[in-house]
Antibody, heavy 120, light 108 residues
Framework: EVQLVESGGGLVKPGGSLRLSCAAS????????MNWVRQAPGKGLEWVSF????????YYADSVSGRFTISRDNAKNSLFLQMNNLRAEDTAVYYC?????????????WGQGILVTVSS | SSELTQDPAVSVALGQTVRIACQGD??????AIWYQQKPGQAPVLVIY???NRPLGIPDRFSGSSSGDTASLTISGAQAEDEAVYYC???????????FGAGTKVTVL
């Protein structure tokens, strides 16, 4: 069974940092691209970042570029999101999501999400 | 433009058919993907590459696309289909993703 479990969320002050982790199991992690998607309270989905299976390709939403860094450790079946210089508008539930191979790369499995709150 | 536009809400009578539209320039070049999200839950993939269903998704869900508009159709809506539906695709760069604002479907 495919499982994605996020951790590392919590309350942080504006300007602070946080590192999210996503532990993957039930599939060959190194064969799939991965993504982070967030959802502010009461709002819609916002794609945050993509990393290819071998980490060769990495992309970010403009809203987080230069502040967030996505990475992965295929040996440990883990995905990470290092978030620096956090702002109030980064407050959201953060989901890790697996990308299917192919042109469309839909997100076929999602974690349960982890809440990040940026507030003084 | 890299935006995807969806109607905020739509209602459908139990057992009837509802179509949800998503409009955006990027849909001329990239597949539409649809997710269903129920309150307090993670999104679930329901349609990808315009009209493909993952295993486990009922065949009452179907998709189509023409020009800059993609549609998700629920044929014979059930009470459990009440949810917010998000369309998703690549942006104009082809590297990033964009979501529509979501359409809340209410089954009456």
């Amino acid at each position: 069974e495919v499982q994605l479990v996020e951790s590392g969320g919590g309350l942080v002050k504006p300007g602070g940092s946080l590192r999210l982790s996503c532990a993957a199991s039930g599939f060959t992690f190194s064969s799939y691209s991965m993504n982070w998607v967030r959802q502010a309270p009461g709002k819609g989905l916002e794609w945050v970042s993509f990393i290819s299976d071998g980490s060769s390709y990495i992309y970010y939403a403009d809203s987080v570029s230069g502040r967030f860094t996505i990475s992965r450790d295929n040996a440990k079946n883990s995905l990470f999101l290092q978030m620096n210089n956090l702002r109030a508008e980064d407050t959201a539930v953060y989901y890790c999501a697996r990308g299917l191979p192919g042109t469309a790369r839909p997100f076929d499995y999602w974690g349960q999400g982890i809440l990040v709150t940026v507030s003084s | 433009s890299s935006e995807l536009t969806q109607d905020p809400a739509v209602s459908v009578a139990l057992g009837q058919t509802v179509r949800i539209a998503c409009q955006g320039d990027s849909l001329r070049n990239y597949y539409a993907i649809w997710y269903q999200q129920k309150p307090g839950q993670a999104p679930v993939l329901v349609i990808y590459s315009d009209n493909n269903r993952p295993l486990g998704i009922p065949d009452r869900f179907s998709g189509s696309s023409s020009g800059d508009t993609a549609s998700l159709t629920i044929s014979g809506a059930q009470a459990e289909d009440e949810a917010v539906y998000y369309c998703n695709s690549r942006d104009s760069s082809g590297h990033r993703y964009v979501f529509g604002a979501g359409t809340k479907v209410t089954v009456l």
